[in-house]
């Protein structure tokens, strides 16, 4: 079993930063793909940016340029880091383990003002 612990959502003003982080705890399970999704208020959840064990990245168009996902693989964790944020950046912030399956942290809220 993969238990995933997302931290680091807040309260910013747009145009502020937020560095948001995924800790999976993996047992004796080899970690590989982790991605970051998210989901906007009264929208569908949607992918922000995925990292490969190797350090392969992809982002969203929306937010190219303006976020970078990272990862320690002895740490097993994976962060996104946020800058020029905008009002519809808001959203609940989850990432996605991939290890023996797939695994999910429980969110964390990410409100930007305008």
């Known amino acids: 079993q993969v238990q995933v612990v997302e931290s680091g959502g807040g309260l910013v003003q747009a145009g502020g930063s937020l560095r948001l982080s995924c800790a999976a705890s993996?047992?004796?399970?080899?970690?590989?793909?982790m991605t970051w999704y998210r989901q906007p208020p009264g929208k569908q959840r949607e992918l922000v940016a995925g990292?490969?064990?190797?350090?392969?990245?992809n982002y969203a168009d929306s937010v190219k340029g303006r976020f970078t996902i990272s990862r320690d693989n002895a740490k097993n964790t994976a962060y996104l880091q946020m800058n020029s944020l905008k009002p519809e950046d808001t959203a609940v912030y989850y990432c996605?383990?991939?290890?023996?399956?797939?695994?999910w942290g429980q969110g964390t809220q990410v409100t930007v003002s305008s």
């Open positions: 996605n383990v991939r290890a023996s399956g797939d695994y």
């Open positions: 993996s047992g004796i399970f080899w970690i590989g793909l």
């Open positions: 990292i490969s064990r190797g350090g392969i990245t």
